[in-house]
């Protein structure tokens, strides 16, 4: 038994976007409003969160989340490790160290970016955090769990997606090796970001991402990362092929 929770369904301006009056970003449809990009795996009785954003804070109010047992980390872009500093009151709370599980290259932009949590004396009341490395090409345990990583390119920039028994979460992607595309195959749920409709230079646009879903065949796709530009959510529900849903923040799926 998996369940995964949608924290954040948004891209790195979330929706609504400041100042902005389209329909999408003045939409009543709560699933219309996505906060930044995060998911919580409930999976061998352990609670694994995928990215920490600006939006941790609320997203853990929101769901009502007062544990965590690991934080698995895609790249270093803001809207993916900025909420670090708000594990404190998970460290106060539980009186324990916070495990951060990310890339060699995206804990020296953690240590660069949150220097005070590395200090050799930090601050009283500082973040608590231990990092572990992840390597794209071998697979690591949280536990009872196996996580094993996919290498995709964010534009030029190699991140991680990552595949827990037949779930496979990835974001922020634009594209994939046949090599790391392999890993994907026989997941029977994927989660995969899709921008908008127009083309980007560093992000599947939603032509592209179902072109990745058709090329995958997983029994259920969900798409997020999603920008105001894509459309209302009802509306674009009705355009996406069988199987294929718009994600939204909030939504829960059990495995």
Sequence with gaps: MMKVTFLGTGTSQGVPVIGCTCEVCTSIDPRDQRLRCSILVEVDQQQILVDVGPDFR???????????????????????IIGMDDVRPLNFLHQKH??????????????????????????????????????????????????????????????????????????????????????????????????????????LNLEEALEWVDEIQPEEAYLLHISHRMGKYEEVSKTLPKGVHLAYDGLELEM
């Design 98 to 203: 916070m495990p951060v599980y990310a890339a060699a290259r995206v804990q020296e932009e953690l240590k660069q970016r949150f220097a005070y949590i590395f200090d050799a004396d930090p601050y009283p009341g500082a973040p608590r955090i231990t990092t572990h490395l992840i390597e794209s090409s071998q697979g690591f345990q949280i536990g009872k769990t196996s996580i094993h990583p996919i290498e995709i390119f964010h534009g030029k920039l190699p991140i991680l997606g990552f595949r827990i028994k037949d779930f496979t979460y990835i974001t922020d992607a634009k594209t994939i090796t046949k090599e790391e595309l392999e890993k994907v195959k026989g997941t029977k749920v994927l989660v995969l970001s899709a921008l908008h409709h127009s083309s980007h230079h560093s992000h």
């Design 58 to 80: 609320q997203q853990m109010l929101r769901a009502k989340i007062s544990n965590l047992d690991a934080i698995l980390l895609t790249h270093e872009h803001n809207d993916h």
